[in-house]
């Protein structure tokens, strides 16, 4: 059960860290496009 | 205009910002303590709030900004609000995400409609109204000022939001009602060190955002 628990925790924190980073890259490909 | 990374002070506070968020997140996993029955998923806890938190004080500064628009018409305040908008979602897309992965093994089912969930939800697609309204509105003055006349009524969904667990009867909640002043210091400190943290990435990313804005719209009217 432990196990599952600490799966969410994981997928939960990659799901956060993924989504942040997709930001910022899109913001440099945005500025550099119009730049 | 210039690259936003291409100013020193800039690379300095995103190394910063990085630094920050990796040692939060080493906090939260070797400093928190284990709850009983809910462990590690209990841990979703210390960046689930602030995310919320700060993807509503993105949706404040939306109201503010729209509210200035309308007053002075001055671009900057559409740009912040537009900014604003799109982290917030981001934001809301996450806590929408992450209360899920929590609810699953917790409640046993990915969402339930009770109240918190659904206003939560609803503020979700009244952005992506928002969204659609700044896509395909046409008229680029007019846009903004219908934009920022939704994003102040838009903000009308946080109050209820953040009151859903008092508002309606107690057999419709399953959210959990914790009073975070009533908590051990070993899970207050670490969460309120999240919550800053998550708060100064925000506001680095708003800035960032604006700046990218202006640069397109430069682009865009000469």
């Known amino acids: 059960m432990e196990n599952y628990f600490f799966?969410?925790?994981v997928s939960a924190i990659t799901v956060v860290i993924i989504f942040i980073i997709i930001w910022f890259i899109k913001q440099i490909f945005n500025e550099r496009k119009y730049l | 205009m210039k690259l936003f990374f291409s100013k020193r002070i800039n690379v300095i506070v995103a190394v910063a910002v990085f630094t920050l968020m990796v040692f939060n997140i080493y906090n939260i996993i070797n400093n928190t303590p284990m709850i009983p029955d809910q462990f590690w998923a209990q841990k979703i806890f210390y960046f689930h709030v602030p995310i919320a938190w700060t993807g509503f004080l993105s949706y404040f500064i939306v109201m503010i900004a729209g509210v200035l628009y309308l007053i002075n018409k001055k671009t900057i305040w559409d740009h912040l609000?537009?900014?604003a908008a799109?982290?917030?979602?981001?934001?809301?897309?996450l806590v929408l995400i992450t209360g899920p992965i929590w609810a699953k093994p917790i409640w046993g089912t990915w969402w339930t409609w009770e109240p918190r969930l659904t206003t939560t939800l609803i503020l979700f697609l009244i952005y992506v109204g928002y969204f659609m309204l700044r896509t395909f509105g046409g008229h680029p003055e007019r846009t903004?000022?219908?934009a920022a006349v939704l994003g102040i009524v838009?903000?009308?969904?946080?109050?209820?939001?953040?009151y859903s667990v008092r508002f309606w009867e107690e057999r419709y909640q399953s959210h959990p009602q914790v009073e975070i002043t009533k908590q051990n210091p070993e899970i207050i400190i670490p969460f309120l060190i999240s919550l800053v943290i998550f708060t100064i990435l925000f506001s680095f990313m708003l800035f960032?955002?604006?700046h990218v804005l202006r640069v397109t719209f430069n682009r865009k009217n000469n």
């Open chain 2, 86 to 93: 799109e982290i917030g979602t981001l934001f809301v897309v």
């Open chain 2, 208 to 210: 960032y955002r604006v």
């Open chain 2, 81 to 83: 609000g537009f900014a």
């Open chain 2, 154 to 162: 838009a903000f009308f969904d946080v109050p209820i939001i953040f």
């Open chain 1, 7 to 9: 799966n969410s925790f």
């Open chain 2, 144 to 146: 903004s000022r219908y």
